[in-house]
């Protein structure tokens, strides 16, 4: 499934949807609100639609897996996660470690994004199973090398739905 850009921009984030069955759901977690809105913004150009967590207990918690787990009882699916390295509490890399070890995410590509070019840290992640390591900040001409990875992703059943108290923009 791959964000379509359009003439149009999509629906209002807070209103109802006219195509979010259709839109490819990403969830971007950081811990920087200036980042999360910026990879918000590109992404709903590119006609996606997208989920904000503060840090990874949150994206956890949203996917399922955290202390307080949800019931996931909607039909909501993540297509892409995209994650920073470097969080207060759980870092990027740990949340990949533990989406990777679940039977039901491990099939969402992840991608790990960072201010910081670090050859070991970058081949830390790829090893554990990040799809992708970016470096922020994120541009337009990025969103294509994610769509890609939300192709990977083409059967809605292997992706994960998010409850309905996710935090939508």
Not at 129 to 149: I, N, T, Y
Request: charged fraction near 25%; aromatic fraction near 4%.
């Amino acid at each position: 499934m791959a964000c379509s850009s359009s003439s149009s921009p999509p629906t209002s984030i807070k209103g109802a949807a006219v195509d979010n069955e259709e839109r490819p759901h990403v969830l971007a977690v950081d811990d920087s609100l200036v980042d999360r809105k910026l990879i918000e913004r590109l992404l709903t150009n590119s006609a996606c639609k997208v989920t904000t967590a503060e840090n990874g207990q949150r994206a956890m918690e949203l996917l399922g897996l955290g202390d307080g787990q949800h019931t996931i009882n909607n039909r909501e699916s993540i297509n892409l996660i995209i994650t920073d390295y470097w969080m207060p509490g759980m870092t990027g890399y740990e949340l990949l470690k533990k989406i990777k070890e679940s039977s039901d995410l491990k099939e969402i590509p992840v991608v790990i994004v960072s201010s910081e070019n670090v050859p070991t840290r970058i081949k830390k992640c790829l090893e554990e199973g990040a799809q992708e390591f970016m470096l922020k900040p994120l541009q337009q001409s990025d969103v294509k090398k994610l769509r890609f990875h939300m192709m990977k992703l083409s059967k809605p059943t292997k992706s994960m739905p998010l409850p309905k108290s996710a935090h939508k923009f």
